[in-house]
């Protein structure tokens, strides 16, 4: 577990540097399939529809710094699917590789009881072998393959549907 770091939910003051971080990773073609940065305007929607008794949004802070953020998602809008969610996580490049995201999705797994979920579901880009490995680690398995869904900078690429039974 990594010392000195903090989850609250987020609030509007924080959906800037929550658009900034996921902004920084459109770059790397590994983890959005945005290919333009987002403005702040253009999350507030997808912000509201976070609450923090069955879909949080989740501001990371490292010693007292937002380092990242992490989510559910309804799979569906359908109620037989109120007990699966997707999860995201999104780290700032500053803070990666310090075992922030081991403990992100550890905690949220460990919350999934507490918000009646009992499926978490990753879509993650085949190419993504980081996070691939993260999701691996917490016995996420592979569910599905989405060969050649998006398209980054000309080239195909496919999703992998990785799922784990709370």
Known sequence: MVENITYRNAGMEDLPAIVDIYNSTIPSRKVTADTE?????ERIDWFKEHNRFTRPLWVVEYQGQIC?????????GRPAYDATAEVSIYID???????????????????CPQLEIDTLLAFIFAHNHESLRLFTHFHFEKWGQLPNIAELDGKKRDVIILGRKI
Do not use: E, H
Request: hydrophobic share 40%.
């Open 93 to 111: 490049q500053g803070f990666r590789g310090k075992g922030i995201g081991k403990d992100i999705l550890r905690k949220l797994i460990n919350a």
């Open 68 to 76: 990242g953020w992490a989510s559910f998602q309804s799979f569906s």
């Open 37 to 41: 940065p987002v403005s702040v305007n």
